[in-house]
């Protein structure tokens, strides 16, 4: 699976969500819209009728997180608004099976998101029901908070369960991802890569989405999990004349994906892209 990059607006101006959106259109792969209430996070942005809004002002792909109490009411109705994939928490999801298939009925991907102390092998059952697995590489809530490094054997571990199952499904990370952090992240087995304060902290968003992608695609590259795959990949194809490489690297969701877009260039990055708390974020890990 290629890389994606999907900018999370919770570093953008509020005010300005449109123009914000256009500037990583063409560049990145998703925009990411962070749904909290103030109840499963504590923290508050936006609900259904901004992303309905902003849905008429972009063209991108859009990535529904909610991060909320009540995803078996709310998950639904954000697929049937048109975002292209809605991802809930396992921590609060009730009639996961049934909410999941909602969403694929709907029409968009359907995502299971687990916080940094949650496993992910009690939803092992749950695979066949989703497109992608997030695991948050922070507490969610806040934008601009350090990364997690205990999360990445659970990335590991995830990446196996996956490869296990044979399964097209997308592994997302979101929180502190970076340039100082993200090929740790693509190493690992992640394929999704949320960015917040790397891409809209920076001066230049485009240009980091770019950059993040460049770095991402090199570590994939070198990755175990992912030469592992190719090479099982490859005596598939020896037995049955598959395009082994081909199958490996076309996105399996059919997004308009910047994956073709390559770039050698690492514009630098603002001085706070990576310091400053985005929407009230304290810099509690
Ligand atoms: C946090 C959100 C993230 C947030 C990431 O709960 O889910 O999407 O925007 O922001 P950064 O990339 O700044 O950590
Ligand atoms: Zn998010």
């Not at 990583?24 to 925009?31: I, K, T």
């Not at 009730?94 to 939803?123: D, F, Q, S």
């Amino acid at each position: 699976m290629a890389v994606q990059i999907s900018p999370s607006i919770l570093s953008a101006d509020f005010a300005r969500l449109a123009d914000e959106a256009a500037a990583v259109a063409g560049v990145a792969d998703w925009l990411h819209v962070d749904v909290m209430d103030n109840h499963f996070v504590p923290n508050l942005t936006l609900g259904l009728p901004v992303v309905e809004s902003l849905l008429r002002h972009t063209t991108m792909p859009v990535d529904c997180h909610l991060m909320i109490t009540d995803p078996d009411r709310w998950a639904p109705e954000y697929a049937q608004a048109g975002a292209r994939n809605v991802t809930i928490h396992a921590e609060a999801v009730r009639a996961p099976v049934r909410t999941l298939r909602a969403i694929r009925a709907a029409g968009a991907r359907a995502g299971l998101a687990v916080n940094p102390g949650t496993a992910v092998e009690p939803y092992e059952d749950l695979l066949s029901e989703i497109d992608m697995l997030l695991l948050m590489t922070v507490e969610p809530g806040f934008g601009g908070q350090h990364f997690l490094d205990i999360v990445l054997p659970k990335l590991r571990r995830a990446r196996s369960l996956v490869a296990g199952h044979g399964a097209a499904i997308w592994l997302q990370v979101d929180g502190g991802v970076h340039e100082q952090t993200i090929e740790r992240c693509a190493e690992a087995g992640a394929d999704v890569f949320v960015a917040g304060s790397a891409v809209f902290g920076s001066d230049d968003p485009a240009g980091a989405v770019r950059a993040l992608r460049a770095q991402a695609e090199r570590a994939t590259v070198h990755a175990a999990w992912h030469r592992s795959g190719l090479m099982s990949l490859g005596s598939y194809a020896e037995r049955t004349g598959a395009d082994a490489v081909g199958s490996a690297c076309s996105p399996a969701g059919g997004v308009g994906s910047g994956s073709s877009r390559r770039t050698k260039s690492l514009p630098r990055m603002s001085s706070s892209a990576h310091s400053a708390p985005t929407n009230a974020s304290p810099a509690v890990t």
